[in-house]
C-alpha cells in the first residue's frame, strides 16, 4: 500500500549568491528568461536582454544589493531560510526551501524532499496574492522538475491566501506595532510589486487580490479610505504596469498636506531589495525631498511567530 508522508516545500523568487555584477547577471538572466516574466517574442527579447539589459542593469543593481547585503547573505535568503527552520520546528514533516530563480533550485528543493520519502508535497508558495508572473512560475517550474521523475508524488498546491484571517491578523498585529511605536501617520500606504497592466486585462487577477487584501486589512484595523492608499512599485520596461505608482504617489503625498506616512508592502512575505532599498530607502528620500516629514517602513512578516502560525494553518488544513 502507498503511503501518505507529507512534506513542504516552501517556494519564493530568489535572488543572487552574491552583490557583485557576474553573480547578479546570472540571476537576472534566468529570472528574466521566463516567459511567465517577460513575455515579449523571443527572438526580439534575447537580444534586448543579452545585449542591453543584463549588461547594463547588473552592475547598477549588484551595487543596490551590496547596500542591504546581510551577515548571512541577500535579505531575501535569510529570512526565507528562517522562516524554513521556524516552520520546521512547529511541523512534524520535512519542510525545504526552493527558490524558482537561483539557489536553492525548486529541483534541489523536491528532490531532498523526495529522498525524505515524502509521498505528497504541499506547495507554499510564498506570494500571498496570486500573480501570473510569480505563482504560476512556480507552477511551471514544479512540472520541469517532474519531468526528470519516474513515480510523481501527490500535489497540493496553495495558489494564494490574499485574505485568510490567520494572514491579515499578522499583518494588522504589524501594522499596530508600528503605529504604537511612530504614532498614527497621515497615510498608511501599501505597496504591492506591480506586474504589466496587459496581464491583468489578459486574466490575471493579481490586482483584485492586492485589494482583497488592503480592504480585509484596513476593515479589521479600522481605518477610513481616506487614511490609506494602495499603491504599486517597481516597474520595469516601458509598457504601462498597474496604477497608481508608489514614487509618483510619494512624490505627491506632501503637497496634498500628508506630511508623516507608513509603508508597507504587504506582498512582499519577506524583506527584500524591493523593500528594503526600493521602499525604505528610494521612496523615503522622494517623500522627504518632497516635503515630506515623517517616513516609516513597517518590515515585511519574515519569521515573526504569527507569520510562521499562518503557515502553519494553510499546511495543516491540506494534511
Ligand atoms: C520584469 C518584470 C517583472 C515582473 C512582472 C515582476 C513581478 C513580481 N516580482 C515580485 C517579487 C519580487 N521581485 C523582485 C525583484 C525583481 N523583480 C523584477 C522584475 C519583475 N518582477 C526584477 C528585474 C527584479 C530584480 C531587481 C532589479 O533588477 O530591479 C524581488 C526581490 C529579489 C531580491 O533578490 O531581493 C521580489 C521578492 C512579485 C511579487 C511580482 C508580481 C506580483
Ligand atoms: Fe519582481
Ligand atoms: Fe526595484
Known amino acids: 500500500m502507498r503511503q501518505d508522508k507529507p512534506g513542504v516545500l516552501l517556494v519564493n523568487l530568489g535572488t543572487p549568491d552574491a552583490p557583485t555584477t557576474p553573480a547578479v547577471k546570472r540571476y537576472l538572466k534566468q529570472f528574466l528568461s521566463d516567459p511567465r516574466v517577460v513575455d515579449t517574442p523571443r527572438w526580439l527579447w534575447w537580444p534586448i536582454l543579452n545585449g542591453v539589459v543584463l549588461p547594463f542593469r547588473s552592475p547598477k543593481v549588484s551595487k543596490l544589493y551590496a547596500s ?41 528543493a523536491v528532490d531532498s524532499l523526495m529522498a525524505q520519502g515524502v509521498t505528497r508535497l504541499i506547495v507554499l508558495p510564498l506570494y500571498p496574492q496570486f ?18 521523475y519516474r513515480s510523481l508524488p501527490d500535489v497540493e498546491f496553495i495558489r494564494d491566501y490574499a485574505e485568510h484571517p490567520a494572514y491579515i491578523a499578522a499583518l494588522k498585529a504589524s501594522v499596530e506595532r508600528s503605529f504604537a511605536k511612530h ?54 520596461g516601458r ?12 512624490q505627491g503625498l506632501p503637497a496634498k498636506g500628508v506630511k508623516h506616512v507608513q509603508v508597507m508592502s504587504p506582498g512582499f ?12 530607502e528610494q521612496n523615503c528620500e522622494f517623500f522627504m525631498h518632497a516635503g515630506g516629514e515623517k517616513f516609516e517602513y513597517i518590515p515585511a512578516l519574515n519569521d515573526d511567530e504569527a507569520h510562521i502560525d499562518m503557515m502553519v494553518q494553510l499546511v495543516n488544513a491540506r494534511r
Not at 94 to 100: D, F
Not at 131 to 148: E, I, R
Open 68 to 108: 542591504v547585503w546581510m551577515e548571512g547573505g541577500s535579505p531575501l535568503m535569510v529570512f526565507s531560510q528562517r522562516q524554513r527552520d521556524a516552520l520546521a520546528a512547529k511541523l512534524d514533516m520535512p519542510v525545504a526551501l526552493g527558490m524558482s530563480y537561483g539557489n536553492p533550485s525548486l529541483k534541489s
Open 131 to 148: 500573480s501570473c508572473s510569480t505563482v504560476a512560475a512556480v507552477w511551471d517550474g514544479l512540472t520541469a522538475v517532474f519531468k526528470d
Open 239 to 250: 509598457e504601462p504596469w498597474l496604477t497608481p505608482y508608489t514614487d509618483e504617489t510619494m
Open 269 to 280: 512575505s519577506a524583506d527584500c531589495l524591493e523593500t528594503l532599498e526600493e521602499i525604505s
Open 183 to 236: 504614532g498614527q501617520p497621515d497615510l498608511l500606504v501599501m505597496s504591492y510589486h506591480g506586474i504589466p497592466q496587459r496581464f491583468a486585462d489578459e486574466g490575471d487577477d493579481y490586482p483584485q487580490r492586492c485589494a482583497d487584501t488592503t480592504a480585509a486589512l484596513t476593515k479589521a484595523l479600522g481605518l477610513r479610505d481616506d487614511q490609506f492608499k494602495l499603491t504599486f512599485q517597481s516597474r520595469f
